[in-house]
Structures are given as C-alpha cells and as structure tokens.
C-alpha cells in the first residue's frame, strides 16, 4: 500500500469521533457497525440540529403568523434548498419531502403511472431492485393491466446491458431501476442507460437509496426524471427522504395524499391544488426529519462525497481481499463499480447463525435476503451474510472481524 492510500486510511478518526453510537459496547465488546446499508449512525451535527429544532423553535410549518413558525418554516425550506444544490435540482419546485424512498416510489406509481399506464404497456425493472422497487410497480399493474419486465443480472451482480436495448421497446413507459444495490454494492452505469431509456421516450425513475451516502449525485447530468432518497442511510434521521422529480412531469399529475397544505381553495363543490411541492406535501411534514436530513448534507459536504468514497474504496479493497482467502466464501456481487458493500455466502453456515455469533463479538452485521429475494435467489442461495461499510468504518475493525468470522464458522461447521 502506498503512502497516499495509508494517509486517506488513517485519517477518519475525526469523522469516526462525531458518531456517539459507536462509543458503545455489545456484549462487553466494543460495537463495530457493519450494517449502514440497513441504517446508517448519525453524526452529533445531525442531532444537534434536531434539538435545536425541539429545544428552541418548535412549531408547525407554512402556517402560523408567529416567530416560533417562522423560524421553523425557513429551516424546513432551508434544508429543501441544500438537498436541491445538493443533488443539483433546478429549483425546490422539484424536491418534495416524503417519508424516504419506499414512499417516493410509491408516490410516482400512483400519481404518475396509474393514469398513464394502459394494458399492454409495459414496466421495466431490474433482478437487483429492492422489493420498494419491485412491489409498487406490481401493484399498479394489476391495477392497470400493464405488464413487468425485468433486466438480468450477471453472475459478476452487474446488470445485463446488452438485455437493455431490446427490453426498451414501444410499449415499454417507464424504466425503474436502482442506483446501487443495497444487496450486492453493485453502481450502475445509469446515465448511459437513462440516455437509451430517453431516446424512447421512456420515463426513468431512480432508486438513488443506496447512492447518497457514497456518490455525488447530480440529477441532470444523469438525465433521470425521479431520483428517490432516503435521509436515514445517508447519516440522517428516519422517516424523511425526498423525491426529486422533473417539474415538467410533477406539475402536470395529480396529486397523491389529500389534506391540509397541498390546497389552494377548498369548497364541497371543488378544491383547487397547492403548486409545487407543496402540491405533494400533504399535512404536516416530518419537519425536525426534513432539518435533520439537511444538517446529514451539509455535514456530507464538510468531508466531501470525494474523499468518503475514497476512503470507502480502500476499505472494500482491503475486507474483499480478506474475505477472499477464506475457504468456502463466496462473494455475491463483484461489479467492477461496487459501493462498499459485501454479500457473502460460506458453504454449510447459515447466514442468520453466522450473524448471531459475530454479534456477541460486537459484529452487527445484517444476515438475509436484504430485502431483494429474487436477485438473492437468483444466485442460488437462501440468504447472505452483509458487511455495508460507512465512512466510520476502520481497517482495523475489519481485521479484527476476520478472527470472529474464523471462530464462528468452527462452532457452525
Ligand atoms: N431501495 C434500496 C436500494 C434500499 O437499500 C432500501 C432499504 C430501500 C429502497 C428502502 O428504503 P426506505 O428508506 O424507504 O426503507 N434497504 C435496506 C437494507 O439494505 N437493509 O435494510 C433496509
């Protein structure tokens, strides 16, 4: 390893001190957080900004006449305005606030592609979607009669894009397709396949759950019309997350939730909607969430996605080559673009016991389908063992894993 590579490797200490979680221990041992692709920790900033929220301005938002709503309702609209530079939006028209990616995808199948779709038409997905991008879409065919259509994966866990071309065909209205698998770390090329998808008239819609916390993200020059975030695995709070969406496309659908703050007029006879994003923002949003998620941005933007991905791709380097010398391992995924996500497989041990040892050294480490059981079984197998590495992670934890993975496999075999 050369000295710039040991120099990045060394140099999280600072970042690792902001999260007071990882002070703790588990089973007398100290915790080493593997599972960030589940949740991430949050920072002290992140915190902080949600207890100043509580402590000193509480109040409903877009509302009241009084300071305290004031006050709340520019740092709710600030936090907008750093998500929209953040992932260079063209104005806040086009950043709604939702519970996080589950509800975006949802928000888009109802509003956006149930009135589209017809029978016949066709949705495509991919192997490697989480079912947050896979169930919506099903639903809204079987409301619609449209059909789905799936692009394979490799056995490397990269997508099949020679498949692409071919399943983009007349009748095919949307492409919704994942940024990074949460499963197999895999990064798609998704502005080349949003290029071929635009060139159809196909409308994109990005999974971008997993990509925030190790990519910079720039809507338009992926040339996506809906990008979806999750605050919570970008070291924000739960329960928040945006959908990024043309306002093109958003200002000519419908509305989803009907209620307080998406209207203009309201008579028995006829209500009128709220313009944009307000138009989708229906009661009172989850606004300590929304400034939360705007404090996990800025404090991303401290470090720089820049150097966390570095620092990140030098851990997957270094758990990947460990993990290779280990006898009856499988790696599930090797992309040539991967996040620093791990999943494993160990002939003759089940993942959910592997996981139940390794916790009792202070492992957490996530054991499963991740939420992905086609792809999961695609690769022939009924669960896998999940190391998903943030940017507090250390070498030294990973080395220290390899020993208790070693110990958990002699009890297990
Ligand atoms: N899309 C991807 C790629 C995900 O990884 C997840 C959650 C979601 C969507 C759903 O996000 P939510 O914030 O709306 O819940 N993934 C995982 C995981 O990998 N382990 O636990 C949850």
């Not at 989480?130 to 639903?139: E, T």
């Not at 190790?214 to 019309?225: E, P, S, T, Y």
């Not at 307080?260 to 989708?280: C, H, Q, W």
């Not at 086609?374 to 943030?390: D, E, N």
Request: glycine letters at 8%.
């Amino acid at each position: 390893m050369n000295a710039v590579v040991q120099a990045d490797i060394t140099s999280n200490e600072s970042w690792r001190a902001d999260f007071p979680a990882l002070q703790r221990m588990v089973h007398g041992k100290p915790l080493v957080y593997f599972d960030t692709a589940a949740t991430a920790q949050r920072p002290k900033q992140v915190l902080a900004a949600m207890d100043r929220f509580y402590h000193q301005f509480n109040a409903n938002v877009h509302r009241g006449v009084h300071t305290l709503s004031g006050e709340a309702t520019d740092a709710f609209e600030a936090a907008r305005q750093t998500l929209v530079k953040h992932i260079n939006a063209n104005s806040q028209r086009e950043v709604i606030f939702t519970r996080g990616s589950t509800e975006s995808i949802n928000l888009v199948a109802q509003a956006y592609a149930r009135p589209l779709l017809q029978p016949g038409d066709r949705v495509l997905i991919s192997y490697m979607e989480h079912h947050s991008n896979i169930v919506p879409w099903q639903m809204v065919c079987q409301q619609t009669g449209a059909e789905l259509e799936v692009i394979p994966v490799l056995d490397n866990g990269e997508l099949d894009l020679d498949a692409i071309p071919g399943l983009l065909t007349d009748n095919t209205k949307i492409l919704a397709l994942v940024h990074v698998s949460n499963a197999l770390g895999t990064i798609n090329p998704v502005q080349q396949i949003c290029q071929l998808a635009r060139e159809r008239n196909i409308t994109t819609l990005l999974d971008g759950a997993q990509a925030m916390p190790h990519l910079n993200v720039d809507v338009q020059a992926i040339g996506c019309d809906f990008y979806t975030v999750s605050g919570h695995k970008m070291y924000g709070p739960t329960g928040i997350g945006i959908l990024y969406g043309r306002e093109a496309i958003l200002d000519a659908m419908p509305p989803w939730h009907g209620g307080g703050e998406m209207i203009r007029t309201v008579s028995f006879e006829k209500t009128t909607y709220n313009d944009l994003p307000a138009k989708f923002e229906a009661g009172t949003p989850n606004i300590a969430g929304a400034i939360g998620l705007g404090a996990a941005v800025s404090y991303l933007q401290t470090l720089g996605l820049d150097a966390i991905a570095a620092y990140e791709q030098q851990l997957l380097r270094h758990a990947t080559s460990a993990l290779k010398q280990f006898d009856g391992l499988r790696i599930i995924g090797e992309a040539e673009h991967k996040a620093s996500v791990i999943s494993f497989a160990i002939d003759g041990v089940h993942p959910h016991d592997l996981g139940t040892i390794v916790d009792h050294d202070g492992f957490a480490i996530r054991t499963g389908h991740h939420c992905a059981m086609p792809l999961i079984k695609r690769f022939g197998v009924p669960a896998t063992a999940r190391l998903s590495l943030g940017l507090y992670n250390t070498v030294e934890e990973l080395d220290a894993f390899i020993p208790s993975l070693e110990k958990a496999c002699k009890m297990l075999l």
